[in-house]
C-alpha cells in the first residue's frame, strides 16, 4: 500500500510536537511538511522532526492528500475550511470549535470530507476496558460518572483569550463527554456549572469548574476539569471516572500506570509508562484514510461532546440549568 | 452510631454512665450494656425523668432527633445529639430553641471537624498555606446502611445520603471555606443504593464539590483535597489507614453500618464527646456550635431540593 501524503496545517497546539514526531516516523506516512501561520514555529518543529517547512496553506493542498489541523483553537476553522475546500481528508484536534456557530462550521464540513477530530483517550486501555465493563454488564447499569480530567495551567496560549478561544470548560471538558457519548451512545439533557478565575487569578478566562449533566438515558454525570494542580506537582494532568453501578464500580485512571522513584537527595521522579494512545489514534486515522473507511471519530460525535462545554458556559453565566434546543 | 458512643461513655473515666434507653435499641447495644451492669430499655421517658443526670447522648435514627432533644432539653438536661441536628432547617432550628428556651447546651456529632486530617487541612487553609482557597473537593463512600438498618434506605427517616453523608462534609466545608451561595446537586437512587454530587458556590467565589455514594462495594471511605493559588492540600482515608482489614466480602453484606472504629490514642468519636461533655460541665465549647449545625442541615436540604428538581438552590430558601 501506498504511504499516505499527509501535511500538518497549524502547530500551535500542544499536541502538534507529538503528533509530528509519530508522523515523521511512520512507515504508512509520507509526512509532505509542516505549515504555521507563525514561519518560525514551523522552522522550529521542521529542525525537531525533518519535516520541511511549507509556506503556504497552497503548498499545503498541493501535496498533501490529507492533513492534521492542530492550530491554536481560534485558528482551527479558517484553516480546515481552506483545506476541505480542496478536499483534503482532516484530522482536527479538540474541541471542535470556540463557539457553537464554530462548531456547526466545522460540522458542516464533514459533509463534503472525511473529517475526524483528535480524541486519543477512546483508544486508551482505560478507556477501552470502560466500555467493555459497560457493555458486558458487569457494572449492572451506570447510574452515575464522576470524572476528573484536571491539569496544572499550560502557560503559553492558554493566557491569551484571541488564541485560546476559552478557559478549562472548553479546554477540558470534551474528553469526559466524548467518552460518555461514545460508550453510553446518550445525549445530553441538563447541564448545570460553577466555574471561576481562582487558581491564577491574573487569567482572562476560568481555570477552576465543576460541570453537573444528565444524560438521556438516566446517568448523571460530573466533570472537573480545572486547572487546578501546582506548577512542578508530579502527576499534575489527569483523566479519572469513577462508574458507579447498580452491579458494581469502575475506576478509570488514564494516567495512573507509571514508575515512581527517588533520587540521593530524597527527590522525586516519575515516569509514565504504558499504552501511546496518540500513536494509536493517528495509526487508526492514518489507515481509515488510506483505505478510504469512515473518519475514526466523526465530527458528528466530537460536536455532541462540545457541546457540554458550551452549555457550561452558558450554565455559568446564567446560574441556571441549562437544556438542548 | 449508639454502639460507637456507649463505648465510649464507659472508657471515659470521669463519666458516670447511668443508662440506655431507646425506642429500639439494637442486641449488640443491649448487650454491651448488660455486661456493664447498666439499663436499656425502650423508656426513655422514665430513663430522662430518673433523676440524677446532667447530660443525655442521642444516637437515635434522624427523624427522632427533633423529639427527643426536645424532651431532654425539657427535663433540663444537655444534650449531645449525633449528626444530622434534624432532617431540614426547620426541625434544627426548633431543636436549638427548644434547648435555648430551656436553658440547656446543645452539642452535634459534627465529628469530622475531630478527624486530625481534616482539622489539619482546615488549620492550614486558614493560615495562608495555599492562598485564598480556590477549591475543595470532599469524598464520603461506603456501601448501603439500608441493607443492614432499614431506616437509612427510608429518605424521610435518614435524609438520604445527601443529609446523612453529605452533612459531615457541609458543615467542614462551611468551616473551611465559609458561606454557601449557591447549591447545585444531582443523585440517583437503586434499592438501598445511592449517589450524589453536590457543588457547592462559597461567598467569595471559592467552589467546592461533595461526591457521596452509598453503593461502594469497597466499603467506607473519605477523601479531600483543597487548592488554591499557593498549592494543593490532600487527604485519603485508603492511603493513610495505619491498620485496616480486608474482608472476603467488604462493603456490600457487611453485619454493620460501616462506621471508622477509634483505637485508644486515635478515635475522634470519643474526642468530640469529650470535647462536648467537657463542656457541658464547665469547660472550653466544643469545636462545632449549634448554629453551625444548623448551616449544615440548611445545606443538605438545599442540596435534596436541587436533587430533586435538577435546578440551582440557594440555601436558606429551601424551607421558605
Known amino acids: 500500500m501506498s504511504r499516505l501524503p499527509v501535511a500538518m496545517v497549524g502547530a500551535g497546539h500542544v499536541h502538534a510536537p507529538g503528533y509530528l514526531r509519530w508522523l515523521s516516523a511512520s512507515p504508512d506516512v509520507d509526512l509532505v511538511g509542516v505549515y504555521d501561520p507563525d514561519p518560525a514555529r514551523a522552522s522550529e518543529l521542521s529542525r525537531a522532526t525533518g519535516a520541511p517547512v511549507l509556506s503556504s496553506v497552497e503548498a499545503c493542498v498541493s501535496l498533501a492528500r490529507a492533513a492534521v489541523v492542530c492550530p491554536e483553537p481560534t485558528r482551527q476553522l479558517a484553516l480546515a475550511e481552506a483545506l476541505a475546500g480542496a478536499g483534503l481528508a482532516l484530522l482536527v484536534e479538540k474541541p471542535l470549535g470556540v463557539s457553537p456557530s464554530e462548531s456547526g462550521a466545522l460540522l458542516a464540513l464533514s459533509d463534503k470530507v472525511p473529517l475526524s477530530v483528535a480524541l486519543p483517550v477512546r483508544y486508551h486501555p482505560g478507556a477501552t476496558g470502560l466500555r467493555r465493563a459497560a457493555l458486558d454488564g458487569s457494572l449492572g447499569d451506570a447510574v452515575a460518572v464522576w470524572a476528573t480530567n484536571r491539569n496544572r495551567f499550560p502557560g503559553g496560549w492558554f493566557a491569551d483569550l484571541s488564541l485560546a478561544g476559552g478557559g478549562c470548560l472548553l479546554d477540558h471538558v470534551v474528553h469526559v463527554a466524548d467518552l460518555v457519548g461514545w460508550i453510553w451512545g446518550s445525549r445530553w439533557s441538563s447541564v448545570r456549572a460553577e466555574a471561576g478565575v481562582l487558581h491564577h487569578p491574573d487569567l482572562p478566562a476560568e481555570d477552576t469548574a465543576m460541570v453537573l449533566a444528565e444524560c438521556s438515558n438516566g446517568m448523571i454525570v460530573t466533570v472537573d476539569p480545572s486547572m487546578s494542580r501546582p506548577d512542578g506537582m508530579p502527576g499534575a494532568l489527569d483523566l479519572t471516572m469513577r462508574v458507579w453501578g447498580d452491579r458494581g464500580v469502575a475506576t478509570v485512571d488514564i494516567f495512573a500506570e507509571r514508575v515512581e522513584g527517588f533520587d540521593g537527595a530524597g527527590r522525586f521522579r516519575q515516569e509514565l509508562v504504558g499504552a501511546d494512545m496518540d500513536a494509536a489514534m493517528l495509526g487508526d486515522w492514518v489507515s481509515s484514510m488510506t483505505r478510504d473507511l469512515p473518519p475514526p471519530v466523526p465530527a458528528s460525535e466530537a460536536s455532541a461532546a462540545t457541546w457540554l462545554a458550551f452549555a457550561a458556559q452558558e450554565a455559568v453565566a446564567s446560574h441556571s440549568t441549562v437544556r438542548p434546543v | ?320
Open chain 2, 1 to 320: 452510631m449508639a454502639k460507637t458512643h456507649v463505648l465510649s461513655l464507659l472508657a471515659m473515666a470521669p463519666v458516670k454512665f447511668a443508662g440506655l434507653a431507646a425506642p429500639e435499641v439494637s442486641p449488640e447495644v443491649a448487650k454491651l450494656c448488660a455486661g456493664a451492669g447498666l439499663p436499656a430499655s425502650d423508656d426513655v421517658a422514665g430513663l430522662l425523668g430518673s433523676g440524677g443526670l446532667d447530660a443525655v447522648v442521642i444516637a437515635t435514627p434522624t427523624d427522632t432527633h427533633p423529639q427527643l432533644v426536645e424532651e431532654a432539653a425539657g427535663a433540663g438536661l444537655h444534650v449531645f445529639c449525633e449528626k444530622p441536628l434534624g432532617l431540614d432547617e426547620t426541625q434544627a432550628r426548633a431543636a436549638v430553641g427548644a434547648c435555648e428556651q430551656a436553658g440547656v447546651k446543645l452539642a452535634v456529632g459534627h465529628v469530622v471537624r475531630y478527624f486530625p486530617a481534616y482539622a489539619k487541612i482546615r488549620d492550614l487553609v486558614k493560615r495562608g498555606e495555599i492562598g485564598s482557597p480556590a477549591m475543595a473537593k470532599c469524598r464520603r463512600m461506603s456501601g448501603a446502611p439500608g441493607e443492614v438498618r432499614p431506616w437509612y434506605a427510608d429518605g424521610q427517616r435518614s435524609g438520604g445520603v445527601v443529609t446523612d453523608m453529605g452533612v459531615h462534609d457541609f458543615d467542614w466545608l462551611l468551616w473551611c471555606l465559609g458561606p454557601v451561595e449557591r447549591v447545585s446537586a444531582l443523585s440517583a437512587e437503586r434499592g438501598p443504593g445511592q449517589v450524589a454530587m453536590v457543588v457547592l458556590a462559597h461567598q467569595g467565589g471559592a467552589i467546592s464539590s461533595v461526591e457521596l455514594s452509598w453503593m461502594d462495594p469497597t466499603g467506607f471511605w473519605t477523601a479531600v483535597e483543597v487548592s488554591g493559588p499557593g498549592g494543593l492540600l490532600r487527604h485519603d482515608s485508603r492511603s493513610t489507614a495505619t491498620f485496616r482489614v480486608d474482608r472476603a466480602r467488604a462493603g456490600a453484606g457487611s453485619p454493620e453500618v460501616e462506621v471508622p472504629v477509634g483505637e485508644p490514642l486515635s478515635d475522634p468519636y470519643y474526642d468530640e464527646l469529650a470535647d462536648a461533655l467537657g463542656w457541658f460541665g464547665g469547660g472550653p465549647p466544643p469545636r462545632g456550635n449549634a448554629d453551625d449545625a444548623v448551616a449544615a442541615v440548611a445545606l443538605a436540604e438545599a442540596a435534596r431540593l436541587s436533587a430533586s428538581t435538577r435546578e440551582t438552590v440557594t440555601p436558606g430558601m429551601a424551607s421558605a
